[in-house]
């Protein structure tokens, strides 16, 4: 039994009380019936828990038996997408257009959901607290926790709620206690040690008190050549002016709002010559870096969506000021890597939840190896850690190699941002372009620093 990804819009399908959907063979009655109860349940709780649902995976094997693997379920908010998975056989998939529909249950009170699902269903939800979106969850990474303790989460769980001074001290303890590991991690950490490599993949890219350094105060010209902070002030500015940009009842940008963006914003070369040349009629989804334009601005919480239209909030009009180019590219920035997942901004239908965790980790060995150019294939290993490039390894095809996921997944939205730039020195192809070295732009150094 080969696991597959099965992705279904509710919305497409008649109301469960209907005879329409009466009407539909009685397979395609059940498997909705069952998408109907994952979106009650996830939508029951919080975006970002996962649990368990209370129906089993009815999926048939080849011989005849039914799989009985328990279902996962995470519901997240941008996309609103409610994920399931088997633990067992790994069938997956996503379930979309529910929202303020008969299986959504986010309007109400937690307690109240959860207490439905429980009287519908006859069981308490199983949330799996540890293995709910936490960047921290990551860092039982190369077998150093697991020199201290056996259970690394618990560990993690305990370790990172303790006073700095006592944190400090046990970190300090630890690196004499595993001396040898120390020794070889560092030569995979760029020299980092235990401690300093903590402090890397938790720190709060806000508050800029950690390692991770960002400078707000660049001038509109350094900035000029981000494509992605151009495009996204652009279709800013736009909202502020237009009092808000149309939506269609799908809540997609209307045409006439495409249209416009398309002509004043910018567009890496070729980009809009294959958009059209594949779409007679352009709307926001066709041009996935205008939508994930659209995305960012709301996940920074410069744009909602309000009575029809996209408008711009109020409270954060002045970041579109050019005198305050330099924090508007920092906020996106830190909402790009850290608040919307790549995967979905990559247009991958997989998730790389870990390859996410490592960004800082992959920003400080970019700052270290490319300064001139470097091939992509050898720079993956070098800027992900060992779980991340496995993440990767596993997800990878004679279709989409290692270093292609690594270009889209962090690569590409940089040179977006303008930090990095490509080049392609083999044999051009007429289908996409796939560029094999990197190296950083003078912009690079200038934004991002690293304090330990």
């Known amino acids: 039994m080969s696991a597959t990804e099965t992705f279904v819009n509710l919305s497409d399908y008649p109301d469960l009380e209907s005879d329409e959907f009466l009407a539909l063979p009685q397979d ?63 069938q997956s998939g996503k379930i979309t257009g529910f ?27 199983g949330i799996d607290e540890d293995k709910s979106l936490d960047f921290v969850d990551f860092l039982d990474i190369e077998g150093l926790i697991d020199e201290v303790m056996d259970d690394g989460n618990s560990f993690l769980n305990w370790f990172k709620d303790l006073p700095p001074e006592i944190k400090e001290k046990f970190l300090d303890d630890m690196s004499v206690q595993i001396d040898g590991v120390v020794g070889l991690l560092e030569k995979e950490t760029g020299g980092l040690n235990p401690a300093q490599l903590y402090n890397l ?36 500015l736009k909202a502020q002016k237009e009092d808000g940009l149309g939506l269609t009842k799908i809540g997609n940008l209307q045409r006439k709002s495409v249209s416009e963006l398309m002509s004043v914003c910018i567009w890496p070369d070729g980009y809009l010559e294959a958009v059209k040349r594949h779409n007679k009629f352009v709307n926001e989804h066709d041009i996935w870096l205008l939508h994930c334009t659209r995305v960012l601005l709301e996940a920074s919480g410069l744009l909602r969506k309000n009575k029809g239209k996209l408008m711009a909030v109020k409270k954060r009009s002045g970041l579109s000021l050019s005198s305050r180019s330099g924090e508007l590219y920092r906020h996106l920035f830190i909402a790009y890597f850290r608040k919307i997942k790549i995967s979905y901004l990559s247009n991958n239908i997989f998730e790389y939840p870990k390859v996410q965790e490592n960004i800082p980790f ?91």
Not at 407 to 429: A, S
């Open 201 to 236: 993949l938790i720190c709060d890219w806000e508050k800029n008190e950690g390692p991770v350094q960002l400078n707000g105060k660049l001038t509109a010209k350094a900035i000029e050549g981000s494509i992605l902070f151009h495009n996204a002030r652009t279709m800013l």
């Open 28 to 90: 395609e009655q059940f498997r909705l019936e069952d998408y109907h109860v994952f979106t009650q349940e996830a939508t029951s709780v919080k975006p970002g828990i996962r649990l368990i649902s209370s129906i089993s995976c009815e999926e048939e094997s080849e011989d005849g038996d039914f799989c009985g693997g328990d279902i996962e379920l995470l519901r997240i908010e941008l996309p609103c997408e409610v994920h399931w998975n088997c633990l067992s056989c790994s």
């Open 362 to 452: 992959a920003l400080y060995r970019l700052h270290q190896l490319v300064d001139d150019w470097v091939s992509i294939d050898e720079l993956s290993a070098q800027i992900l850690l060992s779980l991340s490039y496995d993440e990767i390894a596993y997800r990878s095809s004679i279709y989409s190699k290692v270093d292609s996921i690594v270009y889209y997944l962090l690569l590409k939205p940089l040179e977006l941002f303008g930090l990095i730039e490509t080049r392609n020195t083999g044999e051009e192809t007429l289908w996409f372009y796939q560029p094999d070295q990197c190296r950083k732009t003078a912009l690079f150094d200038k934004f991002i620093s690293f304090r330990f």
């Open 99 to 125: 929202e303020n529909g008969p299986s959504d249950l986010s309007y109400l009170p937690e307690e109240t959901a959860r207490k439905y699902i429980k009287d519908m269903y006859g069981t308490d939800l």
